[in-house]
């Protein structure tokens, strides 16, 4: 049998082969392996349920009409309508939106959330575009996804290259088309239109409570641990913040730019600003400009990856020097990283599909206050954010425990076997 399957392996995932899909699939593999998942449900539960490819023509300001290509990838619509972020970046692939949407699958299932897992993306360089034609490209996005998406069916929310004001735009132009304003039907928008408080600052928050409590775990005071952040976007910011409030020390940050590192610790605020006048991090005063790859390898307490996937790999992974490796990102570390990591047994891994999930979590709450009409403050959110955080760790800690899993695989698992109950219950339909 093992040959003929996989050779329909091949053929089934011919359309988002990619080095990023694969690594996503050889990670089911790999928790199904461990869960003995039936081979009448591994495919299923395995590969997106269907994508969308559309063409996106906008008009430049000086005129002239330029095509980017967008894609939507819902994973599994088996416990609920699909979540997950649109990115905006030059380098997006189908293969990479796929993996994404799956690791979205596990994500949503792992902290109990009555979602499935989708993504989407359009290859473009945001920094390239004027605010108009910015707004221009997220409304014809929205537009060709109309019949795609919908509170019940697909919700998009943030993600690289996007943002609150793009979210709202994305809305608007749904909303537009069905007649009436459908503030449900994307998360992370602006609070004026929908948007939840703490929406803006939960994945990095959730990054950061997460921090803590395993380095409590570990009889580590947060007061003395040194952070190296990857990533100084949405969520490397936020984690920065959380964190330094939290007593620790934020030693280096990072963006596309470079590194900057100072081992008496960073001014986060100061940081942060410094961004928001600027635009990037480059030529930033308070540390000294180092690369990402030597971020990486910096001796701290906490090496928080906050940028994109994959960058922890077989080259890096024995020279890291940090106790904690929080993965803020979705698929920063590769198979080949997680073997040497789990070979050396000195770092603990929070794994990205617990580590980040505090924005999916925010998002349904978002979703939840839209549906209902009915507005939560900010404390409540975080509390509620919390709760569902320290469910989703204990349930890990209680897998790894049990089956002498790595708490990778100890995530994955959980994730995955929600998934395929849910499509076993359901059933084939005829």
């Not at 199904?32 to 299923?44: H, K, S, V």
């Amino acid at each position: 049998m093992g040959h003929n399957f996989a050779m329909s392996k091949a053929v089934v995932s011919s359309l988002y082969d990619s080095e990023v899909f694969r690594m996503a699939c050889r990670q089911f593999d790999q928790a199904a392996d461990a869960i003995n998942l039936p081979d009448t449900l591994r495919d299923r539960t395995k590969y997106p349920r269907r994508c969308l490819a559309v063409s996106l023509p906008i008009r430049r300001d000086d005129g002239s009409v330029t095509v980017f290509e967008g894609y939507r990838v819902q994973h599994n619509l088996s416990t609920g309508p699909s979540k997950g972020g649109v990115r905006f970046h030059e380098k997006v692939t189908l293969g990479e939106v796929a993996a994404l949407s799956m690791w979205m699958s596990w994500k949503c299932s792992l902290v109990g959330l009555p979602y499935g897992g989708a993504k989407g993306g359009v290859i473009v360089n945001p920094r390239e575009l004027s605010p108009t034609e910015l707004e221009h490209l997220a409304r014809r996005y929205m537009q060709e996804l109309v019949g795609f998406v919908g509170p019940q069916l697909d919700i998009p929310a943030p993600d690289l290259g996007t943002n609150e004001q793009i979210m709202a735009w994305m809305m608007d132009t749904y909303s537009s088309h069905v007649g009436h304003i459908t503030p449900a039907v994307v998360t992370g928008k602006p609070i004026a239109l929908g948007g939840s408080q703490g929406r803006r600052e939960a994945t990095g928050v959730g990054v950061a409570y997460l921090v803590r409590k395993y380095l409590e775990d570990l009889s580590l005071p947060i007061e003395k641990a040194t952070v190296a952040i990857q990533g100084f976007g949405n969520v490397g910011g936020e984690a920065a913040l959380a964190l330094t409030s939290m007593g620790a020390r934020v030693v280096a940050i990072s963006d596309y730019t470079g590194a900057l590192y100072n081992a008496a610790g960073i001014d986060v605020k100061k940081a942060l600003a410094y961004v928001q006048y600027a635009g990037v991090l480059k030529d930033f005063d308070g540390a000294d400009p180092i690369t990402n790859e030597e971020l990486l390898e910096l001796e701290c307490t906490v090496l928080v990856p906050a940028a994109l996937e994959r960058v922890i790999h077989q080259d890096n992974a024995a020279r890291l020097k940090c106790r904690v490796l929080a993965e803020a990102a979705n698929g920063p570390t590769t198979n080949e990283a997680d073997r040497i990591l789990e070979a050396r047994g000195d770092i603990e891994v929070i794994p990205d599909v617990l580590c980040n999930s505090g924005g999916v979590i925010v998002s349904y709450f978002e979703w939840l206050q839209n549906l209902q009409s009915y507005y939560w403050d900010k404390g409540e959110v975080l509390a509620k954010l919390t709760v569902m955080l320290d469910r989703a760790k204990d349930a890990v800690e209680y897998q790894k425990r049990k089956f002498k899993f790595s708490r990778r695989l100890a995530a994955l698992t959980l994730g995955i076997e929600r998934v395929a109950e849910a499509k076993q219950k359901r059933g084939l339909f005829p």
